[in-house]
């Protein structure tokens, strides 16, 4: 399972960085390669020379990676090992691409200043007073995205009203928690500062209304689709497993549906500007490129804390300002700390064994992790099984190897395992508040610890 | 129009607010009637304190470039229909532009050619 679902990202972030890098490659608002250029030399011999170059460069390092992909994929065990090897894979794939961009990045950049297609004096802002002026009548309604919000609030009253013991409280707040994201999105959109492409306001005002009607449009669209899937999967999730199949079906296809949504409208609207631009002719206004590098955004005159990017969907944090930094160091911070974090604990959980230890004190098990104790007086049955039977979990790990932790399963109730995967027998102990499910790697130890608790 | 701000420049942003209308209006970029962004749009547009614009917009008020309605915002002040004397201050500006030429050697015909240029440029004169 584990190696299903890395699989699956691994294939997302192999489509999502080729198909940024190609598309980086095709000018967009007179950018090609993360550089500007003047419209009238965007192709030029020597550009589509280096275009061309740049995306065969970027088949093979993507078909490389693809390659390499496969054996960190089959090595899963131990656990910690295969998540080592996908984070390396990650960081890998991702410092390659950097490492492309910015040689051909720096070529181009080079070709422009040979040129001599410097298009305005640098740290210039250009602004259009008329899309300045006109730009609160440009989005979609916001009232379109309340129905969204008040069926957002369906799983939220449900939970208050029949389920108020659920510990689900994080899945009723799911569809408020998208529609939280979906709402920051349209103001990001809208508040974002116009960009001047041209010295033509009808120009300007056409691409500024197509860009953020179609983008709050595809949001307003967006956060219904999600608002009613998550709700309905809320009340399927208390169904039994063929309620969880639909549920999480609904999910994966929700996700699948906002990917292609977001995407689709970004080329319809990408294609649509660029005819604009392109055929008006001229220059563009705005001179840049000191600020950008690899995707990568620096200006320290420019106080806004969140840009439109030059590659690929969405936003970037401008790192020249102090609100920008924080937030992006802060991130880096986070994930780094979360993921050496979960590294640690993968390989204490690989390297330290369960043992079950009987003593004055009591009964003790030992793990990583949910390490337990009681007292002999609490046994109410002991057995030995040949299987732990299957269950969900509900706190704990599961790997190829190990399932450790807590768990529910149908015959037993709330239940704690300490269970190797190939190990059998298993020591079943039935305790009033819990079921204990044991084995240590080596068999004879189970035996014994089973003759143990007997006596 | 489009306005064009050096944020690292010498001349303080106001100013060059102020500096820019004045020249759409001479061009003809800017008709009388026209309106503005208002002080908060401006100002979110290139992302400054909105006291900045205020400032710009106050100093244009108070020169006689634009009208400030509370309803319909900042608007291109109608252009005289009886022509203005070129006043004490502007023929100070003239004197202090020729003075600078005059002290960095630039001959007559040039100096008189960049202000044919200028003229040029500023459609609105003239009565155009």
Redesign the interface.
């Known amino acids: 399972m584990g190696a299903i679902i890395s699989g699956i990202v691994i294939l997302v972030l192999l489509i999502t960085i080729t198909a940024t890098g190609w598309t980086a490659a095709s000018p967009d608002r007179g950018i090609v390669l993360g550089v500007s250029l003047p419209y009238s030399h965007l192709k030029e011999p020597a550009v589509l020379k280096m275009t061309g170059s740049y995306r065969i460069e970027l088949l093979f390092l993507s078909g490389g990676f693809t390659v390499l992909a496969v054996p960190v994929l089959l090595i899963q065990k131990p656990f910690s090992l295969f998540f080592f090897l996908q984070i390396m894979w990650f960081v890998g794939y991702l410092l390659a691409f950097d490492r492309l961009l910015a040689h051909w990045e720096k070529a181009l950049k080079q070709l422009k200043k040979q040129k001599g297609w410097m298009v305005?004096?640098p740290?210039?802002?250009?602004?259009?007073?008329?899309v300045?002026?006109l730009?609160?009548k440009m989005p979609v309604s916001k009232w379109w995205m309340v129905p969204s919000l008040v069926i957002s609030c369906i799983p939220i009253g449900d939970i208050l009203i029949r389920h108020t013991d659920s510990q689900y409280w994080f899945l009723a707040l799911m569809p408020l928690t998208f529609q939280g994201a979906f709402w920051f999105c349209r103001w990001l959109s809208v508040?974002g500062?116009?960009t001047?492409y041209c010295?033509n306001?009808e120009i300007n005002i056409a691409c500024h209304a197509l860009t953020i009607r179609l983008w709050t449009l595809c949001r307003a669209v967006l956060s219904a689709g999600a608002a009613i899937c998550l709700s309905v999967s809320w009340f399927c999730s208390f169904g039994g497993p063929s309620e969880w199949f639909w549920a999480i079906t609904m999910l994966t296809f929700l996700i699948a549906a906002i990917l292609a949504g977001i995407f689709i409208t970004w080329l319809a609207i990408r294609k649509k500007r660029n005819s604009l631009l392109e055929g008006m002719g001229g220059s563009i206004?705005a001179e840049e490129d000191e600020f950008w590098s690899r995707g990568c955004y620096c200006n320290p005159?420019?106080?806004?804390t969140m840009v439109e990017k030059r590659l690929g969907i969405g936003w970037t944090i401008n790192l020249g300002t102090v609100k920008g930094k924080i937030l992006a160091w802060g991130t880096i911070g986070v994930v780094a700390v979360l993921l050496i974090g979960m590294f640690i604990m993968f390989v204490r959980m690989d390297v330290i064994p369960f043992t079950l230890s009987v003593s004055d004190d009591g009964v003790r098990i030992s793990a990583a992790m949910y390490s337990t104790k009681f007292s002999p007086d609490e046994i109410e049955e002991i057995s030995l099984i040949d299987s732990v039977p299957d269950g969900r979990r509900t706190n704990g790990a599961a790997t190829e190897s190990y399932r450790l932790g807590h768990y529910y399963i149908p015959d037993t109730g709330d239940s704690l395992l300490y269970v190797y995967s190939d190990s059998s027998p298993c020591l079943m102990i039935k305790l009033p508040d819990r079921t204990i499910f044991f084995t240590a790697r080596d068999p004879a130890d189970t035996l014994a610890a089973y003759e143990a608790l007997s006596k | 129009m489009i306005l064009q701000l050096d944020m690292s420049g010498e001349t303080p942003i106001y100013l060059q607010i102020r500096n820019q209308i004045i020249l759409g209006i001479g061009r003809g970029e800017l008709h009388p009637g026209d309106s503005l962004p208002t002080v908060r749009q401006l100002a979110s547009e290139v992302g400054i304190n909105a006291m900045t614009v205020n400032k710009a917009y106050a100093l244009l008020k108070a020169e006689g470039y634009i009208e400030i309605d509370r309803r319909h915002g900042a608007m291109i002040r109608p252009i005289p229909e009886t022509p203005e004397e070129i006043d004490k201050e502007m023929k100070e500006q003239l004197a202090l532009l020729a003075a600078q030429a005059a002290a960095r050697g630039i001959s007559r015909e040039k100096f008189m050619e960049a202000c044919a240029e200028a003229v040029e440029s500023a459609k609105m004169l003239g009565g155009n």
């Open positions: 305005s004096a740290r210039i802002i250009s602004i259009d007073t008329e300045a002026r730009k609160g508040r500062r116009s001047a010295d306001s206004l005159y420019d106080p806004r």
